[in-house]
Nanobody, 115 residues
Framework: QVHLVESGGGLVQSGGSLRLSCAAS????????LGWYRQAPGKQRESVAT???????NYADSVKGRFTISRDNAKNTVYLQMNSLKAEDTAVYYC?????????WGQGTLVTVSS
């Protein structure tokens, strides 16, 4: 089984930056994807950014140019560098691991952006 542990959330002022980390452990496929999703109060969970083992990244339009996803395959860790944060980025951010026939979610980390 795969286990995910997120860290790096917190309170930041509008325009500030935060870096989220998600460490994966367990038995993982050599072909997988790691991603960040978020859920704001009263809203559905949405995809923020994903990255494959090979480094192919995809971003939601709302974060393009502000957020950068990266991964260290040797450490089985995915990062989300968030710059120019806005109040509307406030949400619980979840890490997700995906491989064939398996999807695992982290416990989430809260990001609060004050305006």
């Amino acid at each position: 089984q795969v286990h995910l542990v997120e860290s790096g959330g917190g309170l930041v002022q509008s325009g500030g930056s935060l870096r989220l980390s998600c460490a994966a452990s367990g038995i993982m496929s050599s072909i997988n994807a790691l991603g960040w999703y978020r859920q704001a109060p009263g809203k559905q969970r949405e995809s923020v950014a994903t990255i494959t083992t090979g480094g192919i990244a995809n971003y939601a339009d709302s974060v393009k140019g502000r957020f950068t996803i990266s991964r260290d395959n040797a450490k089985n860790t995915v990062y989300l560098q968030m710059n120019s944060l806005k109040a509307e980025d406030t949400a619980v951010y979840y890490c997700k691991y995906t491989q064939r026939y398996l999807e695992v979610w982290g416990q989430g980390t809260l990001v609060t952006v004050s305006s």
